[in-house]
């Protein structure tokens, strides 16, 4: 009995203790890597991300107000396969931004 309460404890033991994984992400300010003209390297992937972001917004709104007038032209229940290629469009650019501003 008591080998088996010893061998108990220390299987416990064992795995009670749970390793810290590596910070996947280092913090800002510890060892930010650099551009070679000085500038940070996370702020420069955070302005480019920015300027697309507005980018594909830009284009989300006109497609989306061209989907509206395609709506509004059909007095049909059809749509037109070109209707449905504008609606592809705007998921796949909703996704892309989405992407970007889930990004740590």
């Not at 992400?25 to 300027?51: N, V």
């Not at 070109?82 to 609606?87: A, D, G, R, S």
Request: charged letters at 35%; hydrophobic letters at 35%; one cysteine or more.
């Amino acid at each position: 009995m008591k080998p088996l309460c010893l061998a108990l404890i220390v299987f416990c033991a064992l795995f009670a203790q749970d390793p810290q994984p590596p910070d996947p992400w280092p913090r800002i300010g510890e060892s930010d890597p650099r551009l070679p003209d000085g500038k940070s390297q996370k702020e420069e992937i955070l302005k480019a991300d920015h300027k697309r972001n507005l980018e594909e917004a830009a284009e989300l709104a006109k497609l989306a107000g061209e989907l509206k007038d395609d709506l509004e032209k059909n007095s049909r229940y059809v749509v037109s396969i070109q209707t449905l290629k504008k609606t592809d469009e705007i998921e796949r650019l909703v996704k892309s931004i989405r992407g970007r501003l889930k990004r740590p």
